[in-house]
């Protein structure tokens, strides 16, 4: 798909296929046949560059044909380069604008709560994410408010656009500053499925506050060439990459 589009972000999708998987495939209540139920649960992609992970969960689950894939980042295309609002297709918010989904997710819990549903945001969250002042303020909300209908994600892979978050701008401890805003934390290899399918069972259970899930991945995982590297984060793969990449994770080349 990125080949194809000959843009986007390769990295962070990888790294993320696993919790994208156990949410979609074992945690949500969805019904692709019955996207607008009032009563499914949402998930909000905060981190929205990193979309192409979210659309093949999506289409894999039935929301839409195989052959839109092929036109990621195509004009006219639901399909676009970072998440448009689309809920018939599952996309539950246009995000993009790091910092701007944890307030989402927190506003959607809160309408949940006013309608007595009980249905779970999901958020979805990254390290470079985590500069953003406005991530904070909403997080101290969730907690303040106790949206425990609330599990977010943290993807800890260490990079973001610019190269490592460490020489950036450091945004650890994290799961001190959660908990310090009030949240229950976790953290896990978010690498590992079982050590993911435990932390979303551990969040559903916990209550009386809004639970994060700080995951450290690892940056395009699963190809040798795109691991840990932060030029990955924002280029689509050339032929020979590509060739390399579906033979490394089983797909022919
Ligand atoms: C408010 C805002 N500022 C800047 C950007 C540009 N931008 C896109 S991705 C990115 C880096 C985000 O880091 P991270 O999500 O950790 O990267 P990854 O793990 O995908 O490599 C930046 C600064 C943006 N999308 N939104």
């Known amino acids: 798909m990125l080949h194809k589009a000959g843009a986007g972000h390769t990295g962070g999708p990888l790294g993320m296929m696993e919790i994208i998987t156990a949410l979609y495939f074992s945690a949500m209540s969805h019904d692709p046949k019955n996207p607008t139920d009032p009563d499914r649960d949402r998930f909000i992609l905060a981190n929205g560059h990193t979309c192409p992970a979210l659309y093949v969960a999506l ?7 195989k052959e839109e894939l092929q036109h990621l980042r195509q004009l006219g295309s639901p399909l676009q380069g970072h998440p448009k609002l689309n809920v018939k297709w599952g996309i539950e918010m246009s995000t993009g604008s790091l910092g701007q989904g944890m307030s989402v997710a927190n506003g959607i819990a809160f309408a949940a ?3 007595k549903k009980d249905y ?3 958020s979805f969250h990254s390290d470079g ?4 002042g406005m991530l904070w303020e909403a997080a101290l909300t969730a907690g303040h408010h106790r949206l425990d209908n609330r599990i977010g994600f943290l993807d800890f892979n260490g990079i973001q656009i610019d190269g490592f978050n460490k020489d950036i701008k450091d945004v650890s401890p994290l799961a001190d500053k959660f908990e310090a805003f009030r949240w229950a934390v976790r953290n896990i290899d978010g690498n590992n499925m079982a050590e993911v399918l435990d932390a979303i069972d551990w969040a559903k259970k916990t209550k009386g506050k809004p639970k994060m899930i700080i995951a450290t991945t690892i940056l395009g995982k699963g190809v040798s060439i795109f691991e840990n590297k932060p030029k990955y984060h924002g280029v689509a793969p050339s032929d020979e990459e590509l060739a390399i990449a579906l033979k490394e ?4 080349a």
Do not use: K, N
């Open 59 to 65: 289409c894999r689950a039935g929301y839409f044909p």
């Open 129 to 132: 994410e985590a500069q953003e």
């Open 120 to 122: 779970t945001v999901y």
């Open 249 to 252: 994770l089983g797909e022919g």
């Open 113 to 115: 709560r006013l309608d």
